[in-house]
């Protein structure tokens, strides 16, 4: 006959052994998967495939049941989107050639051009939903950690996400606005600079820690705040968010110089699906030198 103790002992060795094999699996799995996340992602990439060529089959199915009358709707929307696009594609070259006119009166040098690839969503962890995730590439696309990644928002203005920060041959891993470890300049309409996630404003449910922010400019809530161009992966003017809130300074009664406020992104990062990865056309410390 067993004694009551011992029983008892052993099923508290036993829930110790149990408590202990999940720490080291927690603690093993946030080790191990940034190392070897990319290369079982390649490793297994055919079978991570098969949601995006399922999402596309129910697409094209669901387009296959409508009207020809829905269907020539569509096509005309388009169309017109397509005829708008045109115009501000136009535009943009006439503000280009005036540029690189201007430049070339001022001596100057001619402005880094970019490359845009295209990428998907493939794979997303429930415990960083809004911090990273993984995205398939082209094996040639060129894509190296720094790059920026940029989505549409829901006006179709175009949003900084994030940026690459590894590389694998067919996926790459994306830290977005949200990662804790993602340090970015930003400029605001007034002006005024800061730098995401720094400061000693602590991140709020939805909202964006920006830090260093002069405390000689005036900031307004609603007022956009883009990239600088200072990243050497990120282009200048990607739009990044709009100021919530920024601290509000006495200077005749502080001496603080710089300012914390937040900052709501502009990117919809629980539907994320497309986006494009920018890449320098010609690579950092290349660049055309000046005659």
């Not at 060129?142 to 041959?169: C, F």
């Not at 400061?199 to 830090?211: S, T």
Request: net charge neutral; hydrophobic share 40%.
């Amino acid at each position: 006959m067993k004694e009551p103790g011992k029983q008892s002992d052993r099923k508290v060795i036993f829930a110790a052994a149990v408590l202990l094999a999940l720490l080291f699996a927690f603690a093993g799995y946030r080790a191990l998967r940034h190392s070897a996340g990319l290369l079982l992602g390649d490793f297994f990439y055919p079978y991570l495939a098969l949601s995006q060529r399922s999402t596309q089959g129910v697409s094209e199915q669901a387009l296959l049941l409508l009207s020809r009358t829905e269907l020539a709707a569509k096509t005309e929307a388009l169309i017109k989107e397509n005829r708008e696009f045109a115009i501000r594609v136009k535009e943009a070259e006439t503000l280009a050639d005036e540029n690189r006119e201007l430049r070339k009166l001022l001596e100057l040098p001619p402005p880094s051009g970019w490359n845009y690839h295209a990428a998907q969503v493939l794979l997303r962890d429930p415990m960083f939903w809004r911090e990273r995730f993984t995205v398939s590439i082209n094996p040639d696309s060129g894509i190296t950690p720094g790059s920026a990644v940029i989505s549409a928002g829901p006006d179709g203005v175009p949003a900084l996400v994030g940026i690459v920060s590894r590389v694998g041959r067919r996926n790459a891993e994306v830290e977005t606005l949200f990662a804790p470890s993602l340090r970015l300049s930003l400029q605001f309409d007034n002006g005024g600079t800061g730098f995401l996630n720094t400061g000693e404003r602590q991140p709020a449910a939805g909202k964006l820690p920006v830090g260093h922010m002069p405390v000689n400019q005036k900031y307004t809530p609603g007022e956009e705040a883009c990239s600088t161009g200072y990243e050497a992966g990120i282009p200048r003017g990607i739009l990044i968010g709009t100021l919530s809130t920024a601290d509000e300074v006495d200077p005749d009664f502080s001496s603080a110089q710089h300012i914390t406020g937040l900052l709501t992104p502009k990117t919809d990062f629980d539907n994320l699906r497309h986006m494009v990865i920018a890449v320098p056309a010609v690579p950092p410390g290349r660049e055309t030198e000046k005659p």
